[in-house]
């Protein structure tokens, strides 16, 4: 098993977008190669109104609710509702028309990604997966808990549909405790630091909260590894996955790989085939 290294590390700062949005950027948009399949990941504190009626198409997104209730509806009558540590998994794929709101009063702490389909998936059925934290396999090891998302930890393995491979785990250690998460030696990955602080990866890279950690694919082909020790109480979430290797042109809501399957996306949207 080949031990990874973490190969950058920087800070997210989050800044106020109006009155009732603060954002900062985890992954930026734009570095659609170099995160692939990643394209970017928000974290946001938002009230009621920021996420009103919107559509999109030829991507998923993730979303990890830290704190409050985040109520969800779309133009086909599908709604949900998520609470702290559960995580919801969307396939817009051909086109969703949704809303994201916290439930009246709250205010909502999130995580959202974004994660490129592949090009033959881009038009696929949409489809949602509330996952709910108490309902996911959990891995547990001294002073660690695993809880899998996506993809395996150690054998543990989630049910999550998956169109691209990508592990996701919420990862929670006691001072000193230390887990290796098994990764594909193909996969992009990286880990967000919610809580505490900790060393990282083969060369015990630092690492606290709101730091982004990011791993380079150690070789496709070969299993590989990355080592998290504890030095204070520490929450992260790990996403890592195989990259694509497609072209990207990404316009507002839509992620396709030509410019001209951009035009079809607005102009299927104006015209109602997303309803
Ligand atoms: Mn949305």
């Known amino acids: ?57 030829g991507m998923e997104t993730v979303t990890y609710i830290i704190e409050g209730i985040l ?11 998520l609470n702290p540590g559960d ?4 396939t817009a794929g051909r086109g969703i028309v949704h809303k994201e709101e916290p439930a009246v009063g709250e205010t909502v702490h999130s995580l959202q990604l974004w994660l490129n389909l592949p090009a033959e998936k881009k038009l696929t059925v949409t489809r949602y997966q509330d996952l709910q934290s108490a309902k996911m396999p959990l891995r547990q090891e001294p002073g660690a808990q695993v809880r899998v998302f996506s993809g395996s930890s150690a054998g543990v393995k989630a049910e999550t549909l998956n169109h691209v491979p990508v592990t ?19 996969y992009n990955g990286f880990i967000y630091v919610l809580e505490g602080r900790g060393v990282l990866g083969s060369k015990e890279t630092e690492g606290k ?17 990355i080592t998290i020790t504890a030095k204070e109480p520490l929450k992260v979430v ?9 072209p990207v042109v990404a316009y507002g809501p ?11 996306a607005y ?9």
């Open 267 to 275: 102009a299927d949207y104006r015209s109602g085939k997303f309803n």
């Open 168 to 186: 996701m785990v919420e990862i929670t250690l006691e001072p000193g405790a230390t887990i290796s998460q098994d990764l594909p030696g193909g």
């Open 1 to 57: 098993m080949k031990r990874r290294e973490i190969n950058k590390v920087w800070t997210v700062r989050a800044q106020q977008d109006s009155p009732i949005h603060k954002v900062g950027m985890v992954l930026e948009p734009g570095h659609f190669e170099e995160y692939d399949p990643f394209l970017f990941l928000a974290e946001d504190w938002f009230e009621r109104g920021v996420f009103d009626f919107h559509p999109h198409r």
């Open 238 to 246: 790990l996403f890592a996955g195989q990259p694509l290797h497609e």
């Open 87 to 90: 995580t919801q998994w969307m």
């Open 209 to 225: 909260k709101n730091q982004v950690l990011w791993t380079n694919p150690s070789g496709d082909g070969e299993d590989s590894e």
């Open 254 to 264: 839509f992620v396709m790989n030509t410019e001209q399957e951009i035009i079809q």
């Open 71 to 81: 109520e969800h509806s779309d133009n086909k009558g599908g709604a949900g509702r």
